[in-house]
T-cell receptor
Framework: GNSVTQMEGPVTLSEEAFLTINCTYT??????LFWYVQYPGEGLQLLLK?????DKGSNKGFEATYRKETTSFHLEKGSVQVSDSAVYFC??????????FGTGTRLQVFP | NAGVTQTPKFQVLKTGQSMTLQCAQD?????MYWYRQDPGMGLRLIYY???????DKGEVPNGYNVSRLNKREFSLRLESAAPSQTSVYFC???????????????FGNGTRLTVT
């Protein structure tokens, strides 16, 4: 079936550090892949997406590359800010199936 | 620019009580969804509606009912609340049909429900 696995948190970083949050997927075929972000007290917002292999999604300094060979979609940012503190969800959607979310990774950035 | 609006923000129920969670979107989206969010489990789909007048079960529909009242509104009802339904509930909408695989979801800010 279609599933998403992402690294457990929390991830704790100092401001300006490099961020990686790992995400791998299992699916037959080639799903579309997404990263959503949830700021405290709010709903989820789409951060970026990639719909085919080798696509790179990017937004607000975050990037993720769709890697078919490793079935991964890791989220990266070169220099995090305190305002990036949030919960990040990887998600996958294949054809007419519904969106499947990972369990979320909490990021805490300290000044 | 309200987007997706959910009410109430917080609710405490006793076991066996009933309540309805309200959701409305002003983006003229076709599809609407109800998710629950639990620690360590991410988001799980309860019900969804591809268009006005249609509803379908998601992963965890037991104990819930839904109504797509019109294109804007999609409510979630708990007929007899149980402690296992303590969770944060999110409503979402998307422009395309649920089968439009790269159509993003727009979420409300959630309802935190506690059942004692």
């Amino acid at each position: 079936g279609n599933s998403v696995t992402q690294m457990e948190g929390p991830v704790t970083l100092s401001e300006e550090a490099f961020l990686t949050i790992n995400c791998t997927y299992t699916a037959t075929g080639y799903p579309s892949l997404f990263w959503y972000v949830q700021y405290p007290g709010e709903g989820l917002q789409l951060l970026l997406k990639a719909t085919k292999a080798d696509d790179k999604g990017s937004n607000k300094g975050f990037e993720a590359t769709y890697r078919k060979e490793t079935t991964s979609f890791h989220l990266e940012k070169g220099s995090v800010q305190v305002s990036d503190s949030a919960v990040y969800f990887c998600a996958s959607r294949r054809n007419t199936d519904k969106l499947i979310f990972g369990t979320g990774t909490r990021l805490q950035v300290f000044p | 620019n309200a987007g997706v609006t959910q009410t109430p923000k917080f609710q405490v129920l006793k076991t066996g009580q009933s309540m309805t969670l309200q959701c409305a979107q002003d983006m003229n989206h076709n599809s609407m969804y109800w998710y629950r969010q639990d620690p360590g489990m991410g988001l799980r789909l309860i019900y969804y509606s591809a268009s006005e007048g249609t509803t379908d079960k998601g992963e965890v529909p037991n104990g819930y009912n839904v109504s797509r009242l019109n294109k804007r509104e999609f409510s979630l009802r708990l007929e007899s609340a149980a402690p296992s339904q303590t969770s944060v509930y999110f409503c979402a909408s998307s422009e395309g049909s649920p089968s439009l695989y790269n159509s993003p979801l727009h979420f409300g800010n959630g309802t935190r429900l506690t059942v004692t």
